[in-house]
């Protein structure tokens, strides 16, 4: 590679140092940086682990480099991130050699810096492959140790712990650590599964049917956005967990359905798919760049019962009539601590404070839509998060100040039968854990009669 192309480590390099300074999310940058390098489908694998890994075990590789490093507040922060990215390959990636990984580095630290930098990295990498990793046996408390194990903030381990117990927080924070399996949700209204995998096969993606979802599929290899059958109509790319939030919904044919905050279009759309293309589906979000995501979401499928409208749901209520829906699904803006597999920055940048700001909007949007549900109708809260003051908290707090509406007992035979078990009193909350999908949370509540 030429000087002017960077290779994949000091790529690496330069992302993590722009996810960490500009707080921007890592997936955004990582397209971006693939597409302005040229970097070849062989390199990008090894970009998007080393940005992921690297991001993922941050907490981990500072403790293991705090005793090689003497003064880490005077090190520049891409002489900081070098060392993270040699030491997770040297740590965590075993197809590639100590010594090719500390030349790399090396090479680098000489291209960007002066001398003393590439020696000092040198010595630092030379050090700990002659040493070894410093143990974390040698801290005691077992909620600090897990923090830096799978590097989730200690303020977020206690309280999961708290509200969890240890060992499904442990579980929860290991998951994290790992790739999620991209999902998809097959188009009934224009194939069949089985149509829809054969396709799939054909053009090289290697498939399999979801165990939990009905009409879902896994891929096994091949980012599905790429595919005929993506630009054909015939699939959403949707992680499973949020696939459920139409089953809690379960609208009926010819029903008049609100989606609250409905960008990028995920669940309408399988609103929409399951009405059978009757009735209708009103999509609500804040931005309009948003909702001209859900219109060309819809236009793609070829849904003609979906209408968008840019507005704050917070204002539903001037824009309808009082019980004019049959249904409605309230997808809350939340902490997304649900998606960290898919966005790892999240966990350095999220605060506890953040998560009673987000109540707050979360009962305000309850309270805005829920007198546009029909007598008999419901109301489903859902979030893509794993945290009690969020879910359980604001629907009691809910239900406590609206006593016209009820926990829904029945969400549990709307359900596909791998979810049953999981649904205790109109309540859902999924872990990452339990079947490798994002953490997510469902409560349905009915309007009394």
Request: net charge positive; charged share 25%.
């Given at each position: 590679?030429?000087?002017?192309?960077?290779?994949?480590?000091?790529?690496?390099?330069?992302?993590?140092?722009?996810?960490?300074?500009?707080?921007?999310?890592?997936?955004?940058?990582?397209?971006?940086?693939?597409?302005?390098?040229?970097?070849?489908?062989?390199?990008?694998?090894?970009?998007?682990?080393?940005?992921?890994?690297?991001?993922?075990?941050?907490?981990?590789?500072?403790?293991?480099?705090?005793?090689?490093?003497?003064?880490?507040?005077?090190?520049?922060?891409?002489?900081?991130?070098?060392?993270?990215?040699?030491?997770?390959?040297?740590?965590?990636?075993?197809?590639?050699p100590d010594r090719a990984a500390?030349?790399?580095?090396?090479?680098?630290?000489?291209?960007?810096?002066?001398?003393?930098?590439?020696?000092?990295?040198?010595?630092?990498?030379?050090?700990?492959?002659?040493?070894?990793?410093?143990?974390?046996?040698?801290?005691?408390?077992?909620?600090?140790?897990?923090?830096?194990?799978?590097?989730?903030?200690?303020?977020?381990?206690?309280?999961?712990?708290?509200?969890?117990?240890?060992?499904?927080?442990?579980?929860?924070?290991?998951?994290?650590?790992?790739?999620?399996?991209?999902?998809?949700?097959?188009?009934?209204?224009?194939?069949?599964?089985?149509?829809?995998?054969?396709?799939?096969?054909?053009?090289?993606?290697?498939?399999?049917?979801?165990?939990?979802?009905?009409?879902?599929?896994?891929?096994?290899?091949?980012?599905?956005?790429?595919?005929?059958?993506?630009?054909?109509?015939?699939?959403?790319?949707?992680?499973?967990?949020?696939?459920?939030?139409?089953?809690?919904?379960?609208?009926?044919?010819?029903?008049?359905?609100?989606?609250?905050?409905?960008?990028?279009?995920?669940?309408?759309?399988?609103?929409?798919?399951?009405?059978?293309?009757?009735?209708?589906?009103?999509?609500?979000?804040?931005?309009?760049?948003?909702?001209?995501?859900?219109?060309?979401?819809?236009?793609?499928?070829?849904?003609?019962?979906?209408?968008?409208?840019?507005?704050?749901?917070?204002?539903?209520?001037?824009?309808?009539?009082?019980?004019?829906?049959?249904?409605?699904?309230?997808?809350?803006?939340?902490?997304g601590l649900g998606v960290m597999?898919?966005?790892?920055?999240?966990?350095?940048?999220?605060?506890?404070?953040?998560?009673?700001?987000?109540?707050?909007?979360?009962?305000?949007?309850?309270?805005?839509?829920?007198?546009?549900?029909?007598?008999?109708?419901?109301?489903?809260?859902?979030?893509?998060?794993?945290?009690?003051?969020?879910?359980?908290?604001?629907?009691?707090?809910?239900?406590?100040?609206?006593?016209?509406?009820?926990?829904?007992?029945?969400?549990?035979?709307?359900?596909?039968?791998?979810?049953?078990?999981?649904?205790?009193?109109?309540?859902?909350?999924?872990?990452?854990?339990?079947?490798?999908?994002?953490?997510?949370?469902?409560?349905?509540?009915?309007?009394?009669?």
């Amino acid at each position: 590679m030429t000087n002017k192309k960077k290779n994949v480590r000091e790529a690496a390099m330069d992302l993590l140092e722009a996810i960490e300074k500009n707080q921007s999310y890592s997936n955004l940058l990582l397209n971006s940086t693939i597409e302005k390098n040229k970097i070849s489908s062989i390199d990008t694998g090894l970009l998007t682990e080393l940005t992921y890994g690297t991001l993922q075990r941050k907490m981990a590789l500072d403790y293991y480099l705090k005793p090689f490093i003497k003064n880490s507040k005077k090190l520049e922060k891409w002489v900081l991130q070098l060392l993270r990215i040699t030491l997770y390959q040297m740590v965590y990636l075993d197809k590639i050699p100590d010594r090719a990984a500390i030349f790399e580095a090396v090479e680098i630290a000489k291209k960007r810096g002066h001398k003393g930098i590439s020696g000092m990295v040198n010595g630092v990498l030379r050090s700990i492959q002659r040493q070894g990793i410093p143990s974390l046996e040698a801290v005691n408390d077992p909620i600090e140790r897990l923090s830096i194990e799978t590097s989730h903030p200690e303020w977020l381990v206690k309280r999961w712990v708290s509200q969890f117990g240890f060992d499904r927080t442990k579980e929860m924070c290991e998951v994290n650590l790992t790739a999620p399996l991209q999902t998809a949700r097959v188009n009934l209204t224009k194939t069949t599964i089985r149509e829809c995998i054969e396709d799939l096969d054909e053009e090289g993606f290697l498939i399999e049917k979801s165990p939990i979802i009905p009409e879902a599929i896994r891929s096994l290899k091949g980012n599905l956005a790429f595919s005929r059958a993506y630009k054909k109509g015939m699939i959403t790319i949707q992680d499973e967990s949020s696939m459920l939030a139409a089953y809690a919904l379960a609208p009926r044919e010819n029903e008049l359905i609100l989606d609250a905050c409905a960008a990028p279009g995920g669940k309408t759309t399988h609103i929409a798919e399951t009405m059978k293309l009757t009735g209708g589906v009103i999509s609500l979000d804040l931005h309009e760049h948003k909702v001209k995501l859900i219109k060309q979401n819809a236009k793609r499928l070829g849904l003609g019962n979906i209408r968008t409208i840019a507005m704050d749901s917070r204002n539903a209520g001037e824009q309808f009539d009082k019980e004019y829906f049959d249904r409605i699904l309230l997808d809350a803006p939340c902490s997304g601590l649900g998606v960290m597999r898919r966005k790892p920055d999240m966990k350095y940048t999220k605060k506890e404070q953040d998560l009673y700001q987000l109540s707050t909007i979360q009962q305000n949007l309850l309270n805005s839509v829920s007198p546009l549900v029909k007598k008999g109708g419901i109301l489903v809260y859902s979030t893509c998060t794993v945290d009690k003051e969020e879910n359980e908290n604001t629907v009691s707090q809910f239900l406590k100040e609206h006593p016209e509406f009820e926990m829904d007992t029945a969400l549990k035979e709307r359900m596909p039968e791998a979810i049953q078990p999981l649904v205790t009193d109109g309540y859902l909350q999924i872990f990452p854990q339990d079947f490798g999908s994002d953490g997510f949370f469902i409560a349905s509540l009915r309007k009394k009669v």
